[in-house]
């Protein structure tokens, strides 16, 4: 992979020791002494990662299963830390984690998205990290909310932290996709554009879900420029306790590394390109939105198409048609979408659903005959 030596935000912060691009890793969660320090060492020794990260407490959907191993986890941590030298990380979710971790030397924290979501948690935190000077990457909440992201940052900047990055890791989708997190990188590059001094990493691992779908999403953080990676690696991911599907062992993870290629961001030194640009990935990612959005509107049609077909029902149904066509302009118009933008969009696309339609009854007529 190429090396981009000028673009890497975090060596002021940690000095030249950082690798470029800036990347953690290492498990989703510490599960025993042996597998920290081997996942530790194998990522050593490929010789391109910047910081070691471990979950010690972990914010499951449903109890019962594995939460972490706790304060015996970061006494493995720090054993991985002085045998590699490895700068740490942690997620925190509750005052008496800043303690433990500080306890064990952990040299900084990550705030997990279910935390973000929550202000009075944001808060406490920032209560009781007030003092201490460690760096705090936040990850985005669990909703689209780009407030509520900003509003973490800023709680945590007026307790008088210094060293503040965000992490992309994707929002919870409401239907089932490809990716087990929405990446909505319109968001993220909305963020960058509101706060053009924070560091934003990316984490491809809770946004894929899924070990295949890494490399694509690791190349398209750092084709948006983004600052680093966070990607989940375990020496045997099959077996981990959490997250197995999407993790990769450090081998892996090496070979994911030199796979990528790094793009020098075009006119980073010109305002109004580099904004040009983000705005336009901002529509990029959008525009995919709107075809996916689309097609599964068009799954619908054909769903109702068969479901018309077998009760010998009409395809055009005006009076549903007039009452789409009033609700959809009215919404749009709150929305500042003129009446004609949104009835003539609808038109093509109503248009295109009962050719839909009438091809699925003259199928079936042909299968009947
Ligand atoms: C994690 O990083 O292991 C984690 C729990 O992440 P998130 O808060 O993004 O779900
Ligand atoms: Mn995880």
Known sequence: MEQNQENNIFESWFGKTVKTPFIISGPCSAESLSQLTETARLLAATNKISVFRAGIWKPRTRPGSFEGAGEKGLGWLKKAKDETGFRTIVEIAHPKHIDLCNKYDVDMFWIGARTTSNPFSIQELCEAIKGTDKPVFIKNPVNPDIELWIGAIERFKNAGISKIAAIHRGFYPFEKTIFRNMPKWEVAIELKIRLPHLPVLCDPSHIAGDRQFLAEISQKALDLNMDGLMIESHPCPEKAHSDANQQITPQNLNKLIDSLVFRKPDNAADDFHSLLNK???????????????????????????????????????????????????????????????????????????????????????????
């Open 279 to 369: 705005y336009r990935d901002q529509i990029d990612s959008l525009d995919f939105q709107l075809i996916d959005l689309l097609s599964k509107r068009m799954n619908v049609v054909e769903k109702i198409g068969l479901l018309k077909k077998d009760n010998a029902i009409t395809i055009l149904q005006l009076r549903r048609w007039q009452d789409i066509i009033k609700s959809r302009t009215k919404y749009g118009l709150k929305l500042g979408l003129s009446e004609e933008l949104v009835e003539k969009l609808l038109g093509f696309i109503h248009k295109e659903s009962i050719q839909k339609q009438t091809d699925i009854m003259n199928d079936r007529k042909n299968q009947e005959k």
